[in-house]
């Protein structure tokens, strides 16, 4: 098999990759955002030279129609790619993505009261489903909620009354005419302005923001508190989950991530750090402290460790298309669940289990703590989720067979075919295998996204955004 998706064979290879290449390009706005036109048609990358940390990269996410790929930084910014539009003469477009708006989406911020540094870092972006030719999506650090609207202009009003063409005002007694403006064209200018900001409703760091199927209210969850907000009202949210003990040290457990189901607005799920999943209903009462369903697998009494625990953490949830099925991501697997079976789930994947013997580094090191972020394919036959090494792995879930691939600049040549990867984990190692014990721990995929209707694929990379599609052979 050379890739995963639904059961049809082809192969991944590579469209784009989005980043600072030298001094000069890290400099620019983002980093990962100047000079788009980074290596589509180039045989050779030169080496990042310079990494800013601002610069990497900390979500990805396509609008519902996947016409529109958005970014967010550790340095607040949030950049947004428009799909390029496919020509007789270039049909290999369909993977490709030019820069559409960039904006300065949050700001750091201090908090006196807790001399708290606020970081500017974006840790979530939604899209809104498009109702009109604007476009909007939510964007949080951990404190402030954003939403922005995204508008085109390529018309401006001329022939003011009161004003001359520089735009200074005219003498009312030297008018002798009434005069209608025109509108007249202009080169296309795309504008970001903040339409609402929702703040101040958390005391700790958020971690999620889901949109409802209402297309009406989202919520947002941090680790003690979920809330449930209207799109048109700032000032006040609702308290719809909340976790906090009367006494702190009591704390057992948190809330990693919330995700409301793509159908049904009244109901949603959320993962702990126990690796737990509750779904609620908010029709059955206004604060959803009790759960409907209660997921979890037990665990097998043999494979317990002092790790165990914060491996089998959640780190990502997320609802199939249809609304069946919701994915989890704990440290090393993902699992796959029927919303109607709740005492284990129907599919397991492991994603990196060779890193088992490692955890003990892993733990020293930090790495065992990092989220990994997952996502279906449209049809939901297929999901992808990250790993390190700047491998990341994908798994057909009607034949159960899996593929490593890797985003690396070694092989972003135009159209060049992805070649799978494979970790040796001991004993004599093959060709083109890699050993364990040479995996890079500081390149990590972390965050990943699925185009909702076709097979292209974005892939972070610490600063670098890796745009992959199919090659059906």
Same mark, same amino acid.
């Given at each position: 098999?050379?890739?995963?998706?639904?059961?049809?064979?082809?192969?991944?290879?590579?469209?784009?990759?989005?980043?600072?290449?030298?001094?000069?390009?890290?400099?620019?706005?983002?980093?990962?955002?100047?000079?788009?036109?980074? !290596?589509?048609?180039?045989?050779?990358?030169? #080496?990042?030279?310079?990494?800013?940390?601002?610069?990497?990269?900390?979500?990805?996410?396509?609008?519902?129609?996947?016409?529109?790929?958005?970014?967010?930084?550790?340095?607040?910014?949030?950049?947004?790619?428009?799909?390029?539009?496919?020509?007789?003469?270039?049909?290999?477009?369909?993977?490709?993505?030019?820069?559409?708006?960039?904006?300065?989406?949050?700001?750091?911020?201090?908090?006196?009261? $807790?001399?708290?540094?606020?970081?500017?870092?974006?840790? $979530?972006?939604?899209?809104?489903?498009?109702?009109?030719?604007?476009?909007?999506?939510?964007?949080?650090? #951990?404190?402030?909620?954003?939403?922005?609207?995204?508008? +085109?202009?390529?018309?401006?009003?001329?022939?003011?009354?009161?004003?001359?063409?520089?735009?200074?005002?005219?003498?009312?007694?030297?008018?002798?005419?009434?005069?209608?403006?025109?509108?007249?064209?202009?080169?296309?200018?795309?504008?970001?302005?903040?339409?609402?900001?929702?703040?101040?409703?958390?005391t700790y760091h958020i971690n999620s923001i889901s949109v409802n199927s209402d297309h009406e209210t989202?919520?947002?969850?941090?680790?003690?508190?979920?809330?449930?907000?209207?799109?048109?009202?700032?000032?006040?949210?609702?308290?719809?989950?909340?976790?906090?003990?009367?006494?702190?040290?009591?704390?057992?457990?948190?809330?990693?991530?919330?995700?409301?189901?793509?159908?049904?607005?009244? !109901?949603?799920?959320?993962?702990?750090?126990?690796?737990?999943?509750?779904?609620?209903?908010?029709?059955?009462?206004?604060?959803?402290?009790?759960?409907?369903?209660?997921?979890?697998?037990? +665990?097998?009494?043999?494979?317990?460790?002092?790790?165990?625990?914060?491996?089998?953490?959640i780190s990502d949830v997320k609802f199939s298309h249809s609304g069946r099925y919701m994915m989890t991501?704990?440290?090393?697997?993902?699992?796959?669940?029927?919303?109607?079976? +709740?005492?284990?789930?129907?599919?397991?994947?492991?994603?990196?289990?060779?890193?088992?013997?490692?955890?003990?580094?892993?733990?020293?090191?930090?790495?065992?703590?990092? $989220?990994?972020?997952?996502?279906?394919?449209?049809?939901?036959?297929?999901?992808?989720?990250?790993?390190?090494?700047?491998?990341?792995?994908?798994?057909?879930?009607?034949?159960?067979? #899996?593929?490593?691939?890797?985003?690396?600049?070694?092989?972003?040549?135009?159209?060049?075919?992805?070649?799978?990867?494979k970790v040796s984990t001991g004993g004599k190692r093959k060709k083109d295998e890699i050993s364990v014990?040479?995996?890079?721990?500081?390149? $990590?995929?972390?965050?990943?996204?699925?185009?909702?209707?076709?097979?292209?694929?974005?892939?972070?990379?610490?600063?670098?955004?890796?745009?992959?599609?199919?090659?059906?052979?």
């Amino acid at each position: 098999m050379a890739g995963v998706s639904g059961g049809n064979d082809f192969q991944w290879c590579f469209s784009q990759v989005k980043g600072a290449i030298d001094e000069d390009v890290a400099e620019d706005f983002g980093g990962y955002v100047a000079s788009l036109e980074l !290596v589509v048609g180039s045989d050779r990358v030169p #080496d990042v030279t310079v990494l800013r940390p601002s610069d990497i990269i900390s979500t990805v996410e396509f609008n519902y129609s996947g016409e529109l790929l958005a970014t967010g930084d550790k340095g607040g910014r949030v950049v947004i790619f428009q799909h390029e539009q496919e020509s007789k003469n270039r049909p290999q477009l369909r993977g490709e993505y030019n820069v559409y708006s960039t904006f300065q989406s949050h700001e750091p911020e201090f908090d006196y009261l $807790k001399s708290l540094e606020i970081e500017e870092k974006i840790n $979530k972006i939604r899209w809104l489903p498009q109702q009109n030719s604007a476009h909007f999506l939510l964007s949080t650090n #951990d404190k402030t909620i954003k939403l922005w609207k995204i508008s +085109e202009r390529d018309k401006r009003a001329e022939g003011y009354n009161l004003k001359d063409e520089e735009g200074r005002l005219r003498d009312p007694f030297r008018i002798s005419s009434l005069r209608v403006p025109v509108l007249m064209p202009m080169d296309l200018m795309v504008e970001a302005s903040p339409r609402r900001i929702f703040a101040n409703a958390h005391t700790y760091h958020i971690n999620s923001i889901s949109v409802n199927s209402d297309h009406e209210t989202y919520l947002s969850a941090d680790d003690l508190r979920i809330n449930l907000w209207h799109l048109e009202i700032t000032d006040r949210s609702f308290n719809i989950v909340d976790i906090k003990p009367a006494n702190m040290e009591e704390l057992t457990e948190v809330i990693t991530a919330a995700e409301c189901h793509p159908h049904q607005c009244n !109901v949603f799920v959320y993962s702990s750090s126990k690796g737990t999943i509750r779904l609620c209903d908010m029709r059955a009462a206004a604060l959803c402290d009790r759960h409907s369903k209660f997921f979890e697998e037990p +665990e097998d009494p043999s494979s317990r460790s002092f790790f165990s625990e914060i491996i089998s953490s959640i780190s990502d949830v997320k609802f199939s298309h249809s609304g069946r099925y919701m994915m989890t991501r704990d440290y090393l697997s993902v699992k796959v669940w029927d919303l109607n079976m +709740e005492n284990r789930p129907v599919e397991t994947y492991q994603v990196h289990e060779y890193l088992r013997s490692k955890l003990c580094s892993l733990y020293e090191n930090d790495c065992i703590f990092d $989220k990994f972020e997952c996502c279906w394919n449209g049809s939901d036959s297929a999901i992808m989720t990250g790993s390190y090494n700047n491998f990341f792995r994908m798994f057909d879930r009607n034949t159960r067979r #899996d593929i490593t691939l890797e985003a690396s600049r070694e092989s972003s040549k135009p159209r060049a075919t992805l070649k799978p990867r494979k970790v040796s984990t001991g004993g004599k190692r093959k060709k083109d295998e890699i050993s364990v014990d040479s995996l890079d721990f500081n390149k $990590k995929i972390l965050h990943t996204a699925w185009h909702p209707k076709e097979n292209v694929i974005a892939v972070a990379a610490t600063n670098n955004l890796y745009i992959f599609q199919d090659k059906i052979n």
